[in-house]
C-alpha cells in the first residue's frame, strides 16, 4: 500500500552560498531519526502529497514556491533560515537557528495565519508574504542578484552587509524613490520601514519615500533597526488592502528580494489570512511580532 509522506521538503540549493544544502542534510537526517516520512520537491513543484512543507532557505526561496504553488492556502509551512535574508523567520520564530526550529515543529506544531498580499504587473500576479519594492529598494534587490557581491558576503557569514554594499553602489545609478509594501515590519538589510506592519492584520503597509539624492542616505538610515515610525517630510505611510500605482517612468521591481522587471504601473491586493506558517510564538497573541 502507498502511503504519503509526513512532510515535503523544498530547498534552493544555492540559497546562503550552499547552507541550504547543508540545512537540508541536517533535517533529512533528523526526520529519518524521528522516524518521519519526507519526500524532496523538485523546484517546478506544482502539487504535493504531503500537507507540511519544510521550506529551506531566505525569503526568495520561499517566494518561490509561493508562486509556484497552484492552491498554497491547502498547505502548511516550516521555514527554516539559510538564505542571505531571513526576514520572515526572524521575525515569526525569533532569531531561532534552524535545527532548533525543526525540534520546536517536530515537537509542538503550532502554526498561525497570515495575509496573502499579491502584486499586479503587465498583467502577471505575484504572491509575497514578507514585502515588495518599487524603485531604489528592487534596485538593490536586482543589482545583488546580477553580481557575485551576494555570494561573497555569504561566504564569510556576513549575509545582510551584501545589501548595505549593495546600496552604495546603486546610489548614484537609482532614482531616490523608494516604495515598499509591507506585510511584515523587517526587510532586506535590517531595514524596518513600517514597525506597524502585521502579518495577520488584513491591511499591507505602504511606505512611500520621495527625496533627493544626497537626502536619501539620511532616510535610508531611519530606517536602520527602527522601533517607531519616526516623522519625516519625505516619507508617506498608510494601511491598504487593495490600490494601484501610477508612474512616470518603468522603474524596478522587486518581491521579496526576487526581481520582477520594470514597470510604470502596479496593482496591489491582499486574501485575509489565507497562508499557514509555522511560529514560535502562540497562535492565540495576535501581536506575532513582539
Known sequence: MHLPPDVGIYYNPNAGSGQAV????????TLRRREVTYTTLPKGITVSEASDIIVIGGDGTFNCLLNKLVKPHLYRFILLPAGTSNSLCSQICSGE??????????????FINVDLPQLTIHDKT???????????????????????????FNSIHLNELSYIYTAFRC?????????SFCNN???????IPCVNAKLDDGRIDVFELH????????????????TKDSGSPYVQRSQVQAATWQFENPLPVEIDGNP????????????????????TYHTHNRNIIP
Not at 518599487?134 to 557575485?148: D, L, N, P, Q, S
Not at 546610489?171 to 516604495?179: D, K, T
Not at 527625496?211 to 527602527?226: M, Y
Request: charged share 25%; hydrophobic share 40%.
Open 22 to 29: 547543508q540545512v537540508s542534510q541536517m533535517v533529512r537526517e
Open 97 to 110: 537557528n534552524a535545527l532548533s526550529i525543526l525540534n520546536h515543529y517536530l515537537e509542538a506544531p503550532d
Open 126 to 152: 505575484y504572491r509575497f508574504i514578507n514585502e515588495a519594492s518599487v524603485g531604489f529598494a528592487a534596485a538593490i534587490a536586482r543589482e545583488i542578484e546580477t553580481t557575485k557581491t551576494k555570494k561573497m
Open 171 to 179: 546610489w548614484w545609478r537609482s532614482e531616490p524613490i523608494m516604495l
Open 185 to 191: 515590519r523587517r526587510i532586506s538589510g535590517n531595514l
Open 211 to 226: 527625496c533627493s539624492r544626497l537626502r536619501l542616505p539620511f532616510e535610508l538610515t531611519r530606517l536602520v533597526g527602527a
Open 260 to 279: 520582477a522587471g520594470n514597470t510604470t504601473s502596479i496593482s496591489l491586493s491582499l486574501y485575509d489570512k489565507q497562508i499557514r506558517i509555522f511560529s
